[in-house]
């Protein structure tokens, strides 16, 4: 695919019926995209956490759900996260079906049975335009905090210059922290924004990944940067502190 990016753009194919999965995935490949697959909603929000995909073809009709309420959590709870287009797999022509997908968020929509060259030239065509939407997107979202800074354009972390690796889920902590720098943040309200999505998970996740971060951001010497407030939560160093 002729896109004027050099890195070759991932999409993310959420499809329960492994026959139209294997046509799109095939046919994606061909054309040089990096292609992911998820079979169920749940399958597809764990991946796009992960991979952060250019682009999710989503099936509205899934085992677990529908399309409408995974392209809803992208979009509501990741904020400007990152800039995923979607495009919507529709058996369900109905118009209002259609404009209700696109007011939650979706970019476009193709209507089942497709021909996959249709599928290819909306593919291109999303990619372009949101591609070089956030390409022009200037200046660039970084937060920063004493010597940290965060690119929320290229999802790196910096300590004093250095760089720091982080998982998707220590890096959505980490910005949540700094997007909160003059406050506490509790426990709570850690676990609604970073993990929005899965209602079951453990509230201790939350002490287990806030070390996690410290023992990737405080090298010795550092002082330490994420400060807990006994009984209420978590916070950042104040920079007099
Ligand atoms: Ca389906």
């Excluded at 529908?66 to 797999?89: H, M, P, Q, Y």
Aim: hydrophobic residues 40%; charged residues 30%; proline residues 4%.
């Amino acid at each position: 695919m002729d896109l004027d990016t050099s890195r070759p753009a991932t999409v993310l194919i959420v499809e329960d019926e492994p026959g139209i999965a294997d046509v799109l995935g095939i046919t994606l490949k061909f054309h040089g995209l990096s292609v992911l697959f998820a079979e169920s909603g749940r399958q597809a929000l764990e991946l796009a956490e992960r991979h952060r995909p250019d682009l999710i073809l989503l099936d509205v009709m899934l085992p677990d759900g529908n399309g409408w309420s995974v392209c809803r959590r992208l979009r509501g709870e990741r904020e400007k996260s990152w800039d995923t287009a979607i495009i919507f797999l529709t058996a369900r022509d109905a118009p209002q079906d259609i404009v209700s997908g696109l007011a939650l968020g979706g970019d476009d929509y193709i209507t089942k049975p497709f021909n996959v060259d249709e599928v290819v030239a909306r593919v291109r065509s999303v990619l372009r335009r949101t591609r070089r939407s956030s390409e022009e997107r200037a200046p660039r979202d970084v937060l920063r905090h004493l010597d940290v800074e965060l690119d929320e354009a290229t999802f790196t972390v910096r300590r004093a210059g250095r760089p720091v690796e982080l998982t998707p889920t220590e890096y959505n902590l980490l910005r949540y922290l700094m997007r909160n720098a003059d406050r506490v943040v509790t426990k709570e309200q850690i676990l609604r924004h970073v993990w929005s999505y899965d209602s079951a998970v453990e509230s201790t996740v939350v002490e287990t990944y806030i070390s996690y971060l410290r023992r990737k951001l405080d090298r010795s010497g550092d002082a330490p940067l994420i400060v807990t407030r006994r009984g209420v939560g978590y916070g950042l160093r104040a920079a007099t502190g």
